[in-house]
């Protein structure tokens, strides 16, 4: 029973590029959470999707990001024009049902702009 | 917005002792969640806790959700090395699906 995956681990980005972060859920899980680490920080909410819907994206930055969890395949974090300070972990949680349940982390992708 | 004060930042200690860290927060919440996160990893669930005074454990260690549901506390008991790593609460308050998470508690553990 494999846990949540994101890929790729690693990422690295010039300036102006575009970043493209995957997130396949546990199995059965149709929930899927996004939150970016700073370096010794805590985790920040962006967003929250269940199959073919954003629920709630309050916590995304409203340029260059966006987030997609289609019906097939995984979820998609996706940032466009990247720059320094894009660089951070981003996490993904999944979870089988709505609210009350914390979901299962991921490894995280560590994104990079150089 | 909402914050979650997390305490101590850091702390080192010495093997066998026990270990008590807190968080408050300026909201109320409907939910404590207890996560440890290892160099390099995501952040793994340890305890969850949904009611007020509720007094929960795993293991060596023993959560509890604050009365005022404004705070939430974590011991760990006879700490060993493998307990290294960094210590995060989290928070959600009713009808919201996102959690707010604590700045961390980074623990140390000297053999």
């Known amino acids: 029973n494999a846990g949540v995956m994101q890929n790729p681990r690693h990422l690295v980005r010039r300036r102006g590029q575009e970043a493209r972060l995957r997130c396949s859920p546990m199995k059965g899980h149709s929930h899927v959470y996004w939150y970016r680490q700073l370096p010794e920080e805590g985790l920040k909410f962006m967003v929250y999707l269940q199959k073919e819907n954003i629920i709630d994206e309050s916590g995304m930055p409203k340029e260059r990001f966006s987030a997609e969890f289609p019906k097939e395949g995984p979820s998609i974090l996706r940032i466009q024009q990247v720059v320094r300070g894009d660089s951070a972990a981003y996490f993904c949680?999944?979870?089988?049902?709505?609210?009350?349940?914390?979901?299962?982390f991921g490894s995280g992708t560590r994104l990079t702009v150089v | 917005g909402q914050q979650l004060n997390q305490s101590p930042q850091s702390m080192f200690i010495q093997e066998g002792e026990d270990v008590s860290m807190n968080c408050t927060s300026s909201?109320?919440?409907?939910?404590w969640l207890w996560y440890k996160q290892d160099p390099g990893e995501g952040p793994v669930l340890l305890i969850a806790?949904?009611?007020?005074?509720e007094l929960t454990s795993n293991g060596r260690l023993t959560a509890q959700f604050g009365i005022t549901r404004k705070d939430s506390f974590l011991n760990i008991s006879a700490s060993i090395p493998s307990d290294v790593g960094i210590y995060f609460c989290?928070?959600?308050?009713?009808?919201?699906?996102?959690?707010?998470f604590g700045t961390g508690t980074r623990l140390k553990v000297l053999a």
């Open positions: 909201s109320i919440f409907n939910t």
């Open positions: 806790l949904y009611k007020a005074g």
């Open positions: 989290a928070g959600q308050t009713s009808g919201t699906y996102k959690y707010i």
């Open positions: 949680a999944s979870s089988p049902s709505t609210v009350g349940d914390p979901g299962t």
